[in-house]
């Protein structure tokens, strides 16, 4: 029997507030440890929350962009349970009644929109760090840092609506997206802004009935939830193959082994004796509140790309490409109240840019080039000053050096070659020095026009101007 997956996501994004959930302590992220708390946050007795106004219009913005419901009224709740970071015994969180409910949001996959539905969308507090480091401590002792006790989280649940690896890596991306740009989270994975537990199930193909799950957890990278939901469908398949039955468990992923193993059950035993937390007042939203939010969302992913289409007639793949971040999209619109040639920009960035950045390992965000200097080596191209392709040499030296494109293409001789004679003889070098191809080619294989093309730039090192060298090829190969 076939058998396909059935995943859930639970997703944590942690919220850009200025200050915590229910004190005025600072949210930013990588402060000194311990000095961003107070008795709130640190969870004395006696101490009474109040709750951050702004992470609830976070909160509601996202579950407007995802399609949800905005409860009029919603509960804060406490989930009791020990753990050294939570100073308090709890963590305030909701429970019976989120903040939204009912959502959807649409992937792409095969070239076909997919709905995968939220069940709900909840505001929480993050409990703090428990440090490990080497650096820090010595072999079995554990350091505490509580600066992250208090900053707000939503999570965001998916109803099991996800059918494989690549469909959770889609979707994932697609809320990150979302998040970035309503400026809500920053989306990083890997300092752990953004995370993610996987629910995954295996069913006979076709059939209705949901198996038993497991949880996975512990994934700090896209491709580390990818590798781990992959890891985890293919041991229940085993299982069942057995004639087994899969048990209920946590597994945390290794990604140094690329495993999923077990987590010690006596930290599963979850009875979390939710109750309505006795200090925060329900929250109560009305159409007001929801409507004042909704006259101030930004453009969406979605929206922002069919925009890009239609304004600047650019293709999907490149519009699809330019909005998956949203400081990649306000890059390329930057250029452009500097420079008009939107196809040219829109090629350069995906092209040279993304290649360079791609060889050096550089992030996007963390790149020095501006907007104004992108677009000056656009013109370049424009008035035939370089060609595309040095266009990528001088693009790699403006990330290196800060320097402006024109001085680096005068610097380094990088001026594109147009002087018809100079071209002439490049070819006439590289005709007489190729017999065998001029001969198959004279003898009807034309697709060697290639070849010879190649052979030319590259003895010009890349300069000569590729319009005026295939001209003159074109003369020089048909005329004999
Ligand atoms: P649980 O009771 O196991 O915590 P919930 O109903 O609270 O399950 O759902 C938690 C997450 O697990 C949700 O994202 C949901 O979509 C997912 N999920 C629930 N049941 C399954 C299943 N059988 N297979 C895969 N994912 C599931
Ligand atoms: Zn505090
Ligand atoms: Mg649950």
């Given at each position: 029997?076939?058998?396909?997956?059935?995943i859930?996501?639970?997703?944590?994004?942690?919220?850009l507030?200025?200050?915590?959930?229910?004190?005025?302590?600072?949210?930013?992220?990588?402060?000194?440890?311990?000095?961003?708390?107070?008795?709130?946050?640190?969870g004395?007795?006696?101490?009474?929350?109040?709750?951050?106004?702004?992470?609830?219009?976070?909160?509601?913005?996202?579950?407007?962009?995802?399609?949800?419901?905005?409860?009029?009224?919603?509960?804060?709740?406490?989930?009791?349970?020990?753990y050294?970071?939570?100073?308090?015994?709890?963590?305030?969180?909701?429970?019976?009644?989120?903040?939204?409910?009912?959502?959807?949001?649409?992937?792409?996959?095969?070239?076909?929109m997919?709905?995968?539905?939220?069940?709900?969308?909840h505001?929480?507090?993050?409990?703090?760090?428990?440090?490990?480091?080497?650096?820090?401590?010595?072999?079995n002792?554990?350091?505490?840092?509580?600066?992250?006790?208090?900053?707000?989280?939503?999570?965001?649940?998916?109803?099991?609506?996800?059918s494989?690896?690549?469909?959770?890596?889609?979707?994932?991306?697609?809320?990150?997206?979302?998040?970035?740009?309503?400026?809500?989270?920053?989306g990083?994975?890997?300092?752990?802004?953004?995370?993610?537990?996987?629910?995954?199930?295996?069913?006979?193909?076709g059939?209705?009935?949901?198996?038993?799950?497991?949880?996975?957890?512990?994934m700090n990278?896209?491709?580390?939830?990818?590798?781990?939901?992959?890891?985890?469908?293919?041991?229940?398949?085993?299982i069942?193959?057995?004639?087994?039955?899969?048990?209920?468990?946590?597994?945390?992923?290794?990604?140094?082994?690329?495993?999923?193993?077990?987590?010690?059950?006596?930290?599963?035993?979850?009875?979390?004796?939710y109750?309505?937390?006795?200090?925060?007042?329900?929250?109560?939203?009305?159409?007001?509140?929801?409507?004042?939010?909704?006259?101030?969302?930004?453009?969406?992913?979605?929206?922002?790309?069919a925009?890009?289409?239609?304004?600047?007639?650019?293709?999907?793949?490149?519009?699809?490409?330019?909005?998956?971040?949203?400081?990649?999209?306000?890059?390329?619109?930057?250029?452009?109240?500097?420079?008009?040639?939107?196809?040219?920009?829109?090629?350069?960035?995906?092209?040279?840019?993304?290649r360079?950045?791609?060889?050096?390992?550089?992030?996007?965000?963390?790149m020095?080039?501006q907007?104004?200097?992108?677009?000056?080596?656009?013109?370049?191209?424009?008035?035939?000053?370089?060609?595309?392709?040095?266009?990528?040499?001088?693009f790699?030296?403006?990330?290196?050096?800060?320097?402006?494109?024109?001085?680096?293409?005068?610097?380094?001789?990088?001026?594109?070659?147009?002087?018809?004679?100079?071209?002439?003889?490049?070819?006439?070098?590289?005709?007489?020095?190729?017999?065998?191809?001029?001969k198959?080619?004279?003898?009807?294989?034309?697709?060697?026009?290639?070849f010879?093309?190649?052979?030319?730039?590259?003895?010009?090192?890349?300069?000569?101007?590729?319009?005026?060298?295939?001209?003159?090829?074109?003369?020089?190969?048909?005329?004999?």
């Amino acid at each position: 029997m076939d058998y396909e997956a059935v995943i859930g996501l639970e997703v944590h994004a942690q919220l850009l507030t200025d200050s915590k959930a229910f004190c005025k302590c600072s949210a930013r992220f990588g402060g000194e440890q311990n000095q961003q708390v107070c008795p709130i946050c640190m969870g004395m007795p006696g101490v009474l929350p109040v709750m951050n106004a702004k992470a609830v219009d976070f909160a509601i913005k996202m579950g407007i962009a995802t399609n949800c419901e905005i409860s009029a009224r919603s509960i804060m709740a406490r989930k009791n349970y020990f753990y050294p970071d939570l100073p308090k015994g709890y963590q305030i969180s909701q429970y019976e009644e989120p903040l939204c409910k009912n959502g959807f949001v649409e992937i792409k996959i095969d070239d076909q929109m997919k709905k995968i539905r939220l069940n709900r969308i909840h505001l929480e507090e993050d409990a703090g760090k428990s440090i490990h480091a080497e650096e820090y401590v010595d072999a079995n002792e554990t350091l505490i840092d509580l600066n992250r006790c208090g900053v707000p989280l939503v999570e965001i649940v998916s109803e099991p609506d996800i059918s494989s690896p690549r469909e959770a890596y889609l979707y994932l991306s697609h809320l990150r997206q979302i998040l970035q740009y309503l400026e809500i989270c920053d989306g990083n994975l890997e300092e752990g802004s953004l995370r993610c537990d996987a629910n995954v199930s295996i069913k006979p193909v076709g059939t209705k009935k949901l198996g038993v799950s497991t949880e996975l957890k512990n994934m700090n990278s896209f491709h580390g939830i990818e590798k781990a939901l992959e890891f985890e469908i293919n041991r229940q398949k085993k299982i069942v193959a057995a004639g087994g039955n899969v048990q209920k468990q946590t597994l945390l992923w290794d990604a140094a082994n690329g495993i999923a193993a077990p987590m010690r059950s006596k930290e599963l035993a979850h009875d979390y004796r939710y109750f309505p937390d006795p200090d925060l007042v329900p929250i109560d939203v009305d159409q007001n509140w929801i409507d004042r939010i909704k006259a101030r969302m930004p453009e969406l992913p979605s929206a922002r790309k069919a925009r890009l289409i239609n304004q600047y007639n650019l293709p999907d793949y490149a519009a699809d490409v330019l909005t998956g971040s949203k400081t990649f999209a306000d890059f390329f619109e930057e250029c452009l109240t500097h420079i008009s040639n939107a196809k040219l920009v829109s090629n350069l960035m995906l092209g040279a840019m993304l290649r360079v950045l791609n060889e050096k390992k550089i992030d996007f965000n963390r790149m020095p080039v501006q907007p104004k200097n992108f677009a000056q080596l656009v013109e370049l191209i424009i008035n035939n000053t370089i060609n595309e392709s040095i266009a990528k040499t001088v693009f790699e030296k403006m990330v290196d050096s800060g320097q402006p494109a024109a001085a680096i293409v005068q610097e380094s001789g990088l001026s594109q070659v147009s002087d018809n004679a100079h071209i002439e003889a490049l070819i006439c070098d590289i005709l007489e020095t190729n017999p065998a191809e001029l001969k198959k080619y004279r003898a009807g294989k034309t697709k060697l026009f290639g070849f010879f093309m190649g052979q030319v730039m590259k003895a010009s090192r890349g300069k000569a101007n590729p319009k005026i060298v295939e001209d003159i090829l074109k003369r020089k190969l048909d005329t004999f």
